[in-house]
């Protein structure tokens, strides 16, 4: 085996809608699985945010028109969207492997991720969910319902939800054996769904943890050689959009920190996927995070291309 490596796949990797995405992920199957036959441990997770965003609004559409069901709550359309993401990558992932003669079982894992009742995100919404819509359809929306929207990096208005700190994965245990019997593993879906504990029981809680730092705590607790962030970008840039932008190939986890400081990355796009690449170097010094896009996933591992975080 060559390395132990979490990989984050990022919107681009899936889709808006289920038959979109049942075609884009044939080409990320094909990329997990080259990495597979090249000898690498895979386990992957994915974000969520138009797919809970879709169920949640089909869901509150139907309620307020009358149509006999009821408000699914948030957690609920969480674990909706790992069943159904994680229906489509598996399969993909299985078709790619008996395409290319490898035995490897692949199997998606419903995950709860627990975090704090008390987090101070949940008095402040940041995470952005759902679909994109101009402003003018975005104060509409605001003046129907209690949802709260911001600018997405210059990409259009999404509803904002709590984004609580990820603490531990419920079922870490499974995934850990699961992957040492040799399976891939794609796990805490959208982030997990997100429960509190309380009186030795769990409950969810109306929330949508950032993937990455699920991810992050997902590589730093199975002791992972590599935490692959996948993103639209090939490489990240510091000065993003202006004359001097500045394409950045390996830095360290104190020059991550600076940048950060110097507003280098957006809130909500770029910022969410530095500050998991430094949790896990920090929390893992021998550790390697790498952002890069999904195209050049081979090509990042080799060092080519991609952004390579590392502790020092």
């Known amino acids: 085996m060559k390395n132990k490596i979490v990989i984050a796949l990022g919107g681009n990797a899936l889709g808006q809608d289920p038959i979109e995405q049942l075609n884009l992920v044939k080409s990320t199957a094909k990329k997990i699985v080259d990495l597979v036959i090249d000898g690498h441990q895979v386990i992957i997770s994915h974000g969520n945010g138009p797919q809970v965003g879709m169920i949640n609004t089909a869901t509150e559409f139907a309620y307020n028109h009358?149509?006999?069901?009821?408000?699914?709550?948030?957690?609920?359309?969480?674990?909706?969207?790992?069943?159904?993401?994680?229906?489509?990558?598996?399969?993909?992932?299985?078709?790619?492997?008996?395409?290319?003669?490898?035995?490897?079982?692949?199997?998606?894992?419903?995950?709860?991720?627990?975090?704090?009742?008390?987090?101070?995100?949940?008095?402040?919404?940041?995470?952005?969910?759902?679909?994109?819509?101009?402003?003018?359809?975005?104060?509409?929306?605001?003046?129907?319902?209690?949802?709260?929207?911001?600018?997405?990096?210059?990409?259009?208005?999404?509803?904002?939800?709590?984004?609580?700190?990820?603490?531990?994965?419920?079922?870490?245990?499974?995934?850990?054996?699961?992957?040492?019997?040799?399976?891939?593993?794609?796990?805490?879906?959208?982030?997990?769904?997100?429960?509190?504990?309380?009186?030795?029981?769990?409950?969810?809680?109306?929330?949508?943890?950032?993937?990455?730092?699920?991810?992050?705590?997902?590589?730093?607790?199975?002791d992972a050689d590599i935490l692959l962030i996948l993103t639209t970008v090939e490489q990240v840039s510091i000065n993003y959009g202006l004359y001097n932008q500045t394409s950045l190939k390996e830095i360290s986890a104190n020059q991550a920190r600076e940048y950060i400081i110097q507003h280098q990355f957006a809130e909500g796009s770029m910022l969410p996927k530095i500050e998991a690449c430094l949790d896990f170097v920090d929390n893992n010094p021998r550790g390697v995070a790498i952002i890069t896009s999904l195209d050049k996933v081979k090509d990042a591992l080799e060092g080519k291309t991609g952004t390579k975080i590392m502790k020092e």
């Open 66 to 222: 009358n149509a006999g069901t009821p408000i699914i709550p948030f957690a609920e359309c969480g674990a909706m969207s790992q069943g159904y993401i994680g229906y489509h990558l598996q399969q993909a992932i299985v078709n790619e492997l008996m395409a290319k003669n490898v035995d490897k079982d692949c199997v998606t894992l419903i995950t709860q991720v627990v975090v704090d009742e008390l987090d101070a995100a949940f008095q402040n919404p940041t995470k952005p969910v759902g679909l994109f819509y101009t402003k003018e359809e975005a104060e509409q929306i605001e003046k129907q319902t209690n949802y709260q929207f911001i600018d997405d990096a210059g990409r259009g208005y999404r509803r904002v939800v709590p984004s609580p700190k990820p603490i531990s994965i419920v079922e870490l245990n499974t995934v850990r054996q699961l992957t040492n019997q040799g399976s891939i593993v794609i796990t805490i879906g959208g982030g997990g769904i997100p429960v509190v504990k309380a009186d030795h029981s769990y409950k969810g809680i109306d929330a949508v943890i950032d993937k990455d730092k699920s991810s992050a705590r997902l590589a730093i607790d199975l």
